[in-house]
Every structure is written in C-alpha cells, then in structure tokens.
T-cell receptor
C-alpha cells in the first residue's frame, strides 16, 4: 500500500484558495489518488479522484505532477462551511484485493 | 434512496455485554466496510466484505465479528464489549467491478453509531 503524508492542520481565511498537498512517494502504476472530506459528527464524503495531471469538479481541483509522487487538493474561495478534515488516499482502483487506508487527514479551519 | 443506514445511532454498554451494529445499503453495492474512529483520529478499518459471501479482516479486527447477511446488509458484532471499544463506528459501501471509479475507491458512508462502553 502506498503510504501518504499530509499536514496535520491548516488555517485559512474565508475567500482564499486553499491547497492541501499529499505526498505518496511509493505510489504504484495502478494506484489512483482520492480525497475525502469529513465534517464533525458525520461520515467522510468523496470529493475527487484522479490518476494524473488535473481533475476538476464543482467542489475542488486535484493536481497531480508527472511523477505522481504527490498531489494537491485545491479548494477555491473557501467558506466557513469548508471547515473539515480532508483525507488523501492512494490505492488500486480495480484490483479489489486491498482496501484503502484512511490516515489522520488534514484538519482545515476556515476563519472569518 | 436512503443510501447507507446504520442502527442504532447511540448505544451505551457495560463491560462484557454484547451487541450487534446493523448496516444496510440500497445502492446495490458489492463491497461493504466497517470502520471505527476514535476522538481526533482517522478512520481505521475493522472488517470489510469485498462481495456477498466474503469477509476479510482489516487493520483492527480483534474483538469483533462480522456477517454479510446478504448483498444489502453487513453487521458488526461485539461479543464482549471493552472500554477500549468506545468509539464511533461507520459503515460504508462501494460499487463492484465495472463502476467508473473502481470498487474500492468511492465509498459512501453511513451516519455512524456512537458507542460508549463503561
């Protein structure tokens, strides 16, 4: 399993763009990168997934460099409601043999 | 669709008591999972069921048993509860092979069960 490393916490002001970087130096060829968001007292929620380059949806963007040893989740113009824990996961999307592992995540605090 | 449902929402047990946490999903997913989350910690996988009829241990299986009753339902049993099992328990499910994002990646979580063992 590719191990991930991400900052424990981050603070941001409302309206700013937030970038959370995740390191995964031993990512394998078949591994995808997935990010989840968890609000207090709720289960995690899928945000975005990618394999290489850039992926964008209505919530966030995911930037993956060519070597794929890291990835950056970008949240545009955050609001107070984006305060949550963000988890970076790396794993094989199709083999089904080994489940993904959630680490401690990055606790994002958005300040007014 | 209700998605993933869990019962009960809250439970208080005494040490040594047993109980079963129930989980059901209505998304026709093949895979189901049980996690625990201790305060300030990430999620740790207890058991998972990649498909109906199969179950496998996760990171922290000791003290727990599971049953994949059918495709919809996946239960978690504590045979003899201990204070160390005080936690929030989340059930999740994900689609099978052939889904766009792969069968282990996009997991849908239930609301959680808050368990306290005294």
């Amino acid at each position: 399993l590719a191990k991930t490393t991400q900052p424990i916490s981050m603070d941001s002001y409302e309206g700013q763009e937030v970038n959370i970087t995740c390191s995964h130096n031993n990512i394998a060829t078949n591994d995808y990168i997935t990010w989840y968001q968890q609000f207090p007292s709720q289960g995690p929620r899928f945000i975005i997934q990618g394999y290489k380059t850039k992926v964008t949806n209505e919530v966030a963007s995911l930037f993956i460099p060519a070597d794929r040893k890291s990835s950056t989740l970008s949240l545009p113009r955050v609001s107070l409601s984006d305060t949550a824990v963000y988890y970076c996961l790396v794993g094989d999307a199709y083999s089904g043999n080994t489940p993904l592992v959630f680490g401690k995540g990055t606790r994002l605090s958005v300040i007014a | 669709n209700a998605g993933v449902t869990q019962t009960p929402k809250f439970q208080v047990l005494k040490t040594g008591q047993s109980m079963t946490l129930q989980c059901a999903q209505d998304m026709n997913h093949n895979s189901m999972y049980w996690y625990r989350q201790d305060p300030g910690m990430g999620l740790r996988l207890i058991y998972y069921s990649a498909s109906e009829g199969t179950t496998d241990k996760g990171e922290v299986p000791n003290g727990y048993n599971v049953s994949r009753l059918n495709k919809r339902e996946f239960s978690l049993r504590l045979e003899s509860a201990a204070p160390s099992q005080t936690s929030v328990y989340f059930c999740a499910s994900s689609g099978g092979q052939g889904t766009t994002r792969g069968w282990h990646n996009e997991q849908f979580f239930g609301p959680g069960t808050r368990l306290t063992v005294l």
